[in-house]
């Protein structure tokens, strides 16, 4: 049996007399009110059970440590830090219980900032409480409500703050580092803390070491993506966002030019610097039944701090407000802008491939032959100065622009020269599937176009990817309607010319607008220097879809019709193969499956039904198979 003495709250005296007492029963040596517990000598032998408030605990920590006394906790209404950071049960009667029926003292460690003991958290600016839980159990939806307001509370305008950090490592040297970041969260332990110990691994209360992890968003889209898988997390992830730096030492000191606002425990105050440090083995407690130690625990610091911005990086990032997205760095602006200038410029090689491609392209046209307009596809090069072009048009580099479009225009120029030679020396004017199939263009074509730019765009910007541009090249198909514009214009065919330029200039202006979105997206553009650009693309955009919206309506009610008739019940059979040739007048072709032939007078008696089915006078090519 435990001879406990109890330290309480002496304002909720009658909650303890009624609530507190009984469930101690005979293990009860003495009650004591906090207020007069000075004049008290406690011994080393004596378990003190304390039932007091964060505040009241957190300056009596300091009389426990310097006496050696050892010590368990209640969860007392106002002791919400403490609860955490001691993993005591928020149930009064199991608190008790593991009080009761522990009988080993657990020697743990006690974080301080500035000299004052921090009893579960300590957190530095902006540290978005969608990181870590709030320590309190709640239900899936109570939970899931909590991370999507936290979200939201996420978009303000934010800047990061210029920190100096310096830092004890495994060789007694200290670690400085130079960076500027939103906030910090810095606790003793992750086992029942603010920070799930999902986030924090390898934690202990006895190790000795303290957890600071840095938040230093380099963008309000790093914050984002981690906030949407803040709130649909699963238990079993366990990474680290990106632009989260994590220190594990027993000591750092952190200074900065501008006044550090920061709470311990809630308690709000403001320094020009920080010092934490960690007594280790500083206080003998029973550990609440929340709270795993371990007898042997590994003494390893942890410096992941690669991510953070120093130097040139975090100079720009504190000249202004968190922008949208993350900027370029240095050497991958150096990197792609050379790689992009070389691209824009008209060379031999490029007029070489341009007129192969096309070759083959128009070739592959005329032979209605899919796989080998594929091949002309992947050697066509107009890929990469329309890439270009997109850079230019969002920085608004008037030398990329014109190189751009005067390789692309002579690439142009030596299509159209080869597809309209190669039309003139064919003996064959009709029109296969292959060249029908590029002269509608419709929205869906727009949309292809924009997501082939982006993919073009990001595979130039990531060296590791580079060499899905073959894919890209055959998704946004280029040359092929630029050969059958060619071939409309060998024709003198205007319908076949301009409906192959209109799906051209699609490709080419979907890919411009979406590249550029793609570059200011991933920072090679602030976006007060790209408005200009993208609002002229975007005008381009909007006039090419007035006439796609058209074709992309007149596809869908020519779907449309082709579902209202094939699969029919008619009188005579049922309607198969059903194909639209012409939508005014309306012209269609199809097959009438019967089970014996059919005379012209029960041809006619078709006709009338499917032009009474579609309210409408129809041109009808029509053949009859006959069922056996």
Partial sequence: MKSITLIYDDSLIEKVESEVLP???????????????????????????????????????D??????????????????EGLQGFGVSSDLGSAVDNILETEEVVEVDMLYANDEPVLNRLIIGNTFSLLYGSGVKHGFFAKLGGRIKNFFSSFKKLRLQPYILECNTDTDKVKKIDTAALGMVVVQHGKSSILSRRIIEDSNPNDGLLHCLVLAPKSYWEIIKFAFYSIFKSKNQSLLPSYVAHIKTDEIKIESDVSIDFTADGIVASAKKIHLQVKAKALGIVPGSLLETEKEVEKERIFKVQYLPSGELKRELLKRNLPFSNHATTEEFKWLFSALRENSKLTTNYMVLMALSTIIATFGLFGDSSPVIIGAMILAPLMSPIISLSMGVLRQDENLIKDSLLTIAYGMAIGYLFAVLITLITPLNTVNNEIVARIRPNLLDLGIAAASGVAGAYAHAKKEIA?????????????????????GLGWADWSVFFGALLLLGTNLAGMVLAGALTFLFLGFSPFRLAKKGLLISLILVVLISAPLGFGFSKMVKENKLIQTLSGREISQGKLRSVRVIQMNPMRLSMTVVSESPLDIFELEEIKNEIQEILGEEIELELSVAVKL
């Fill in 63 to 80: 009389d426990i440590i310097e006496n050696h006394w050892k010590v368990g906790f209640l969860p007392h209404p106002e002791m919400k």
């Fill in 467 to 487: 060499k899905t541009l073959a894919g890209v090249a055959i998704a946004v198909a280029l040359v092929p309607p630029l050969s059958v514009s060619g071939i």
């Fill in 23 to 61: 469930l101690f029963e005979n293990n009860l040596k003495i009650m004591v009110a906090y207020k007069d517990y000075r004049s008290f000598k406690f011994s080393v032998d004596d378990f003190l059970v304390c039932y007091l408030s964060d505040r009241q605990l957190r300056e009596f920590l």
